[in-house]
């Protein structure tokens, strides 16, 4: 059976293959390792194979997986309610889910509390399907919210692909979240070397193809047994 290990070392090739197929190189594309179905030994793997990015959706398990590897870099992935701002916040190096006002002002008094910045990304979400997210109509309007935060650094953009998506959709969603990231950029919300963090295990290299430089990958490196 293949070793957390060996199953990175695959992820990140096919992360290069993905990359070069693009013309760039495969280290323009990085990797969040989604440590949702780890063992704390499975972290302690995939940090002693040179693995330093790793990510949860869960204030609490973030929390936990941290006092692990205590000097990786850690995402925070999903919605964050209001009761757990200030223990997400201090848990981790960047939020991927940002995608309203309120939660943004909540982690800007905290920020301004604890005098510490925070890189976030806003999360887009192409279809009004009732899931996190902004619409592409909604993003100028909250980043100009966004600009009035001092605490809060608006790092890029992060999407979700919608559960079942056929390859069809999946480039055409992706695509379309790269242009709304690259009209951040022209009107300068956005630095150039910003971070669009598209694609999980099944769907990772289509995000790569339509312009991704993060992607999320948890089953894929850490499969669940039994």
Excluded at 147 to 173: F, K, P, R, W, Y
Aim: aromatic share 4%.
């Amino acid at each position: 059976m293949p070793t957390v290990s060996d199953n990175l070392n695959i992820v990140k090739q096919r992360i290069a293959s993905a990359a070069q197929r693009s013309s760039r190189p495969a280290e323009a594309v990085s990797l969040v390792a989604v440590a949702k179905t780890a063992t704390a030994n499975d972290l302690r793997e995939a940090y002693s194979a040179g693995h330093r990015l790793f990510g949860h959706n869960r204030v609490q398990a973030l929390e936990e997986h941290r006092l692990v590897l205590p000097d990786a870099e850690w995402h925070l992935l999903g919605p964050l309610q209001g009761k757990k701002v200030l223990r997400g916040v201090a848990a981790c190096n960047l939020y991927q889910a940002l995608a309203d006002i309120k939660t943004a002002q909540r982690i800007e008094r905290v920020l301004a509390e604890n005098g510490r910045n925070l890189s976030v990304l806003l999360q887009v979400n192409i279809h009004s399907d009732g899931r996190n997210g902004l619409s592409l109509e909604q993003v100028d309007a909250f980043c100009d919210e966004i600009a009035e935060l001092e605490h809060i650094q608006l790092a890029g953009v992060m999407n979700l692909a919608v559960a079942d998506a056929n390859d069809t959709q999946l480039h055409s969603d992706f695509a379309a979240v790269r242009e709304c990231f690259e009209s951040l950029q022209k009107q300068r919300f956005i630095k150039d070397d910003a971070i669009l963090s598209m694609g999980m295990s099944g769907d990772f290299e289509i995000a790569i193809s339509e312009g991704a430089n993060l992607v999320r990958v948890g089953r894929a490196i850490f499969p669940v047994i039994g």
